[in-house]
């Protein structure tokens, strides 16, 4: 039971431009949700997060969107810099519990 | 600087060896993450803990088994290694509850020939 979900393994953008990821959940009792970036042979690194009550939450380049009612958050990169090529990966947990729930991941590149 | 360190970057162990993975936080955090991270599976959780002695099965526990004797240290142990679980495998660290974020150690990259 695939509960977070990311429907495109990869993605390609010119620098500059802005960069969008997509990420899908079924758990509706996840609450809080997580952006990481990971470049290869490293661990993850915190990007980004937003709690259930609000629908926005922004971060310099990056904003992270949440609709609720889809199941479906987003993060906006603007504007887009090729050190953003990365993989990311959202997660899902609840503010009661302990676990992320993390999806597939996305490959980000970004052309000079 | 918060930290989560993992013994190894990189590993090397032959089919039915016993491996163990070691993972350090400074962070005094109750709750600690084993992931393996396949390309095309993204980040799946093998086993946590959230307290010393504690642990729970995550989604994938088959062919593993933890330790927490500290709260800073949580180990990863192959009972018996095989190709299958040639892997990056990831240790993670996070408060007890409420809206925080995982912190990450550097990674074990494992081969198991």
Not at chain 1, 56 to 80: C, M, Q, W, Y
Not at chain 2, 82 to 103: I, P, V
Request: net charge positive; charged share 25%.
């Amino acid at each position: 039971d695939q509960q977070v979900k990311q429907n495109s393994p990869s993605l390609s953008v010119q620098e500059g431009r802005i960069s969008i990821l997509n990420c899908d959940y079924t758990n509706s009792m996840f609450d809080y949700f997580l952006w990481y970036k990971k470049y290869p042979a490293e661990g993850p690194t915190f990007l980004i997060s937003i709690s259930s009550i609000k629908d926005k939450n922004e971060d310099g380049r990056f904003t992270v969107f949440l609709n609720k009612s889809a199941k479906h958050l987003s993060l906006h990169i603007v504007p887009s810099q090729p050190g953003d090529s990365a993989v990311y990966f959202c997660a899902g947990a609840t503010t009661s519990g302990s676990r992320l729930t993390f999806g597939e991941g996305t490959q980000l590149t970004v052309n000079p | 600087d918060v930290k989560v360190t993992q013994s190894s970057r990189y590993l090397v162990k032959r089919t039915g060896e016993k491996v163990f993975l070691e993972c350090v936080q400074d962070m005094d955090h109750e709750n600690m993450f084993w992931y393996r991270q396949d390309p095309g599976l993204g980040l799946r959780l093998i086993y946590f803990s959230y307290d010393v002695k504690m642990k729970e099965k995550g989604d994938i526990p088959e062919g593993y088994s933890v330790s927490r004797e500290k709260k800073e240290r949580f180990s990863l142990i192959l009972e018996s290694a095989s190709t299958n679980q040639t892997s990056m495998y990831l240790c993670a660290s996070r408060r007890h509850r409420g809206n925080t974020e995982a912190f990450f150690g550097q990674g074990t990259r494992l081969t198991v020939v």
